[in-house]
């Protein structure tokens, strides 16, 4: 946890360096987030994430990861990156720790923006998308997946999803807790760069996609083809 940390906070520095240069987020307008589906978290905001699966069960946490990925592409990505991979002008913020020290941190961030010599290159986000909005685009930043192990896994997926697209053809030929599990098993391998328990990756979706039927098959082969061509 301590190097992601240093890491996050090289990250901070560079942003405090380089802030004259980068391009200001204060001229575009924040997109509302539609948060209809999340549990409400109250008036008061809160110093830790309440939407993850070990607070809020998996259904809720899924449903946070999709949102905040709808939110932050819309708000965040044009200065953090993305898929949450900086260009180096911004903090990364997939490795703000998924702890109540990153919590914290994100939070402030998040409800006050950030201004320099006058200008804003984030805005105050807090009363602009609301709490619900700010906790899912947390879930959605803490779950990215460590672009190394991608990279590694990506040969075999790449195999996986092509027999995947035969078992969508043909369900006679599948073995659909065999696929299952070694997308299950590939899934465990890509960890996280903020600490958070499970990563969001591709591997991940598309094994829990796998229902024995020719439509999951389909689904999950297009899964890994969307996710695999995003990483490259």
Same mark, same amino acid.
Do not use: C
């Given at each position: 946890?301590?190097?992601? %940390?240093?890491?996050?906070?090289? $990250?901070?520095?560079?942003?405090?360096?380089?802030?004259?240069i980068a391009l200001a987020h204060g001229d575009v307008a924040p997109q509302p987030v539609d948060t209809a589906a999340l549990p409400d978290v109250g008036e008061d905001w809160l110093s830790e994430n309440p939407y993850r699966a070990a607070t809020a069960g998996d259904e809720v946490w899924a449903k946070a990861i999709d949102i905040g990925a709808s939110g932050y592409n819309q708000n965040c990505a044009r200065c953090h990156g993305l898929q949450v991979i900086? $260009? $180096?002008?911004? +903090?990364?913020?997939? @490795?703000?720790?998924?702890?109540? *020290? $990153?919590?914290?941190? *994100?939070?402030?961030? @998040? %409800?006050?923006g950030y201004t320099q010599n006058g200008v804003t290159k984030m805005p105050a986000f807090g009363e602009l998308l609301g709490q619900k909005a700010a906790w899912a685009?947390?879930?959605y930043i803490e779950t990215r997946p460590d672009g190394d192990a991608m990279d590694s896994a990506s040969?075999?997926?790449?195999?996986?999803?092509?027999?995947?697209?035969? *078992?969508?053809?043909?369900?006679?030929?599948?073995? +659909?807790?065999a696929i299952k599990a070694r997308l299950s098993e590939i899934a465990l391998g890509i960890e996280t760069l903020s600490g958070a328990p499970v990563a969001d990756s591709v591997a991940f979706r598309a094994a829990n996609l796998i229902d024995g039927s020719a439509p999951a098959y389909d689904k999950a082969a297009e899964t890994l083809t969307i996710g695999l061509s995003a990483t490259q």
């Open positions: 946890m301590t190097v992601n %940390r240093n890491r996050f906070l090289a $990250g901070a520095i560079v942003l405090a360096a380089t802030a004259s900086s $260009g $180096g002008l911004a +903090p990364d913020l997939r @490795f703000l720790e998924a702890e109540e *020290y $990153g919590d914290e941190w *994100y939070v402030e961030r @998040f %409800r006050t685009i947390r879930t040969d075999e997926l790449h195999a996986l999803r092509d027999q995947l697209k035969t *078992y969508a053809a043909d369900t006679s030929t599948a073995d +659909p807790e």
